[in-house]
DNA sequence: AAGCGAACCTGGCTGC
DNA sequence: TGCAGCCAGGTTCGCT
C-alpha cells in the first residue's frame, strides 16, 4: 500500500479536481471496505462542497462545507482515478487497463465540474468515514497518530524521546504509526540504510540514558525526512498497484536502495555487501548485514 | 508488556 | 496450459 509520499502523490493529484468542487452524486457500491461505510454514507456528503483536501500521515482528509470530515485510507490497493465525466478519454483507458467494468471500483464521486472521482480497491483494505470536522484530531481514526514526519516535529530529538527503553527492534517501532505515522515496509528499510542502522538494534539504542539523541537518532530522523521528501518529489513508487491520480506511475521504486533488492551488491561505494532479506514480525525486512551493522 | 502469527481479501508471479 | 504456493505498500486482534 501506499506509503506516506504515494498517499501525499494521491493527494496532490486530487487536490486540483475536488477543493471547491461541490459532490453532486455519490455512488457507493458495496456495503463495506475494510469497515462498514458509515450509516447515509452517500446521503450525508452530497451536496457538501470540498473546502480543503488534507493528508495525515497515511489519511486523506476532506474537508466538507456540511461541516463533516471525510476520511479515506487506502490500504493496500487503494487508487483514485479522476477524470472527465461521460465518456472521458482516461476512464476509458483506465477501464481498458483493468479489464473490466470497474471491477473494484467500490465508490465513484461526480463532481460539480464535471470530473468524476473514482476509488478503487482490489484487497479493500482501505476505508472511508464521515466524522466531525471541528474534532479531527481526536476522530477514532487520528487520535492515536504519531508525530508527522514531514513537519517540523520530527528530528533527533523526537526520535529519542520517542524510542527511549523501547527493546522492540527499530524495523518495528518504525513501522508504529503510534510513534512516527506514515512510514511503511518501503521507507523504514530505506530510512534505515540510509542512516547506516541495523533494523534489529533496539529502538531505544537512539537514546543515550539521560535520554539526549545520539548521533544514529539525528542521522535517522535526517534520513527519513530526506527518503520521504525525494519520493513525494518523484511521485511515490510504483509496485504492483499505485498510480498517480491520472494513472502514472511513480518513479520512486528505481530508486530503491534496498526494498527487494535481496541479492544485489551493497549501492554503498566501497561496501562489499550483499542486499539480505529476512523477515520481521511477518513483514520482509532488505538490509546491508555489512554497513548496517548496529 | 512485548512480540509474534494470523486474519482481513484479491491478484500476480514463480515453479512444477 | 494449469494449478498450487508464495508474496504483496496496512492494520488489528488474540495468544504466548
Redesign the pocket.
Known amino acids: 500500500?501506499?506509503?506516506l509520499p504515494?498517499v501525499e502523490t494521491v493527494r496532490r493529484g486530487l487536490e486540483p479536481a475536488m477543493v471547491g468542487a461541490r459532490l453532486m452524486r455519490v455512488e457507493q457500491r458495496r456495503a463495506a471496505l475494510?469497515f462498514p461505510f458509515p450509516d447515509r454514507f452517500a446521503e450525508r456528503l452530497t451536496g457538501a462542497e470540498v473546502t480543503a483536501l488534507a493528508r495525515r500521515?497515511?489519511y486523506l482528509v476532506a474537508h466538507l462545507t456540511s461541516g463533516e470530515a471525510l476520511i479515506m485510507?487506502l490500504?493496500?490497493t487503494g487508487r483514485f482515478l479522476v477524470s472527465a465525466g461521460g465518456r472521458g478519454e482516461v476512464l476509458g483507458q483506465y477501464h481498458h487497463e483493468h479489464g473490466g467494468e470497474g471491477?473494484?471500483d467500490h465508490v465513484v464521486f461526480h463532481l460539480s465540474n464535471g470530473t468524476l472521482v473514482t476509488y478503487n480497491d482490489?484487497?479493500?483494505?482501505g476505508f472511508m468515514d464521515l466524522v466531525p470536522g471541528d474534532a479531527l484530531d481526536a476522530c477514532r481514526h487520528l487520535s492515536g497518530v504519531g508525530l508527522e514526519p514531514l513537519g517540523p516535529d520530527l528530528d533527533g530529538a523526537a526520535v529519542a524521546r520517542l524510542f527511549r527503553a523501547?527493546?522492540?527492534?527499530l524495523k518495528?517501532a518504525l513501522l508504529d504509526?503510534r510513534l512516527v505515522a506514515g512510514l511503511?515496509?518501503?521507507y523504514v528499510c530505506e530510512a534505515l540504510f540510509r542512516a547506516g542502522l541495523s533494523p534489529e538494534a533496539p529502538a531505544g539504542s537512539l537514546a543515550e540514558a539521560d535520554g539526549r539523541p545520539t548521533p544514529a537518532a539525528h542521522r535517522l530522523a535526517a534520513e527519513i525526512r530526506a527518503v520521504l521528501e525525494e519520493a513525494v518529489a518523484a511521485g511515490?513508487?510504483?509496485?504492483?498497484?499505485?498510480r498517480q491520480t491520472d494513472g502514472a506511475a511513480?518513479a520512486f521504486q528505481h530508486r530503491f536502495r534496498v526494498y527487494d533488492r535481496a541479492g544485489e551488491p551493497c549501492p554503498n561505494p566501497g561496501c562489499e555487501g550483499t542486499i539480505a532479506r529476512f523477515?520481521?514480525?511477518?513483514?520482509?525486512t532488505f538490509h546491508c548485514p555489512v554497513c548496517q551493522e548496529a
Open positions: 500500500m501506499p506509503e504515494e475494510r500521515a497515511k485510507h490500504g493496500m471491477a473494484h482490489a484487497r479493500r483494505f523501547k527493546r522492540t527492534p518495528a504509526q511503511g515496509n518501503i511515490g513508487s510504483t509496485l504492483r498497484d499505485h511513480g523477515v520481521q514480525a511477518g513483514r520482509s
